[in-house]
Structure formats: structure tokens, C-alpha cells
């Protein structure tokens, strides 16, 4: 699979404290949708998870994902990707991007110490704009 880079703007939106919703596919072929957390792994988007989530089984199942994004504090200026899963971090390593993840959406290390995973995600296709 060919990796697209992460265009800036795309970037600057997924490293912002975004709104996000990640679209997966269920069993029966239908779209999952739900927010999400966000940011930027070197050119993978990340996604924070808990493990027996339906997202995370849905990803497991099929890499198959689509990412949209709007800044927080601008709603007309959007992103969205569609990619596959590339790899799932857990432990320490994923501890590491789940704490800066949560200093940009909350302030603080991410406050609930129970099981966590991070989907890295590799864009195939990837755009922004802003209509503000």
C-alpha cells in the first residue's frame, strides 16, 4: 500500500485539539460512526481507543477507516482522510501517545489508567479545507 503524506493542513488539524468522528465498518457491512481522539504519529494519524470497543473489533476485522475533523475553534476550517490501519501500539509506547493526546484535549496526562490502545492509521487519501 502506497502511504500518502499527511497534508499541512490536514496535519495542523489533526495536531489541534479537533473534533474528530472515525467511520469503521460493523459486521454486516453498515458504517460505524463515533468521536474520537486524534493526533499525528510522524505520517499516520492516531487514534485513541479502549480495546474491547466495537471501533477497535470493527478495525481488527477490517483496516478499512475514514477520518473527518474540524478545528475546535473553527468549525468551517475541516479535514478528512481515508486510509487502512497500519499498526495497533499498546503499553508504554502507546501510554507516551495517549498522555499527549490528552495534554491537547484536556491539559493533563490522560486521567483514567485502564486499558488504552492506539490505531495508528496510514492515509491513502487525505484533504482539508476551509470555508471560514
Avoid: C
Amino acid at each position: 500500500m502506497r502511504q500518502t503524506r499527511i497534508p499541512d493542513q490536514v496535519r495542523a488539524i489533526a495536531e489541534g485539539p479537533s473534533h474528530a468522528h472515525i467511520a469503521t465498518i460493523l459486521p454486516d457491512g453498515s458504517p460505524h460512526s463515533v468521536p474520537v481522539w486524534v493526533g499525528v504519529e510522524g505520517e499516520w494519524i492516531s487514534v485513541l481507543t479502549s480495546p474491547g470497543s466495537r471501533k477497535a473489533r470493527n478495525m481488527a476485522r477490517d483496516p478499512r477507516v475514514s477520518i473527518s475533523m474540524t478545528e475546535a475553534n473553527n468549525l468551517h476550517s475541516m479535514a478528512q482522510v481515508r486510509g487502512r490501519v497500519a499498526d495497533r501500539i499498546e503499553g508504554d509506547e502507546a501510554w507516551k501517545i495517549i498522555d499527549r493526546m490528552s495534554q491537547k484535549y484536556i491539559g493533563r496526562p490522560y486521567p483514567l489508567r485502564e486499558d488504552r490502545v492506539v490505531f495508528l492509521i496510514e492515509p491513502e487519501t487525505a484533504w482539508a479545507l476551509n470555508f471560514g
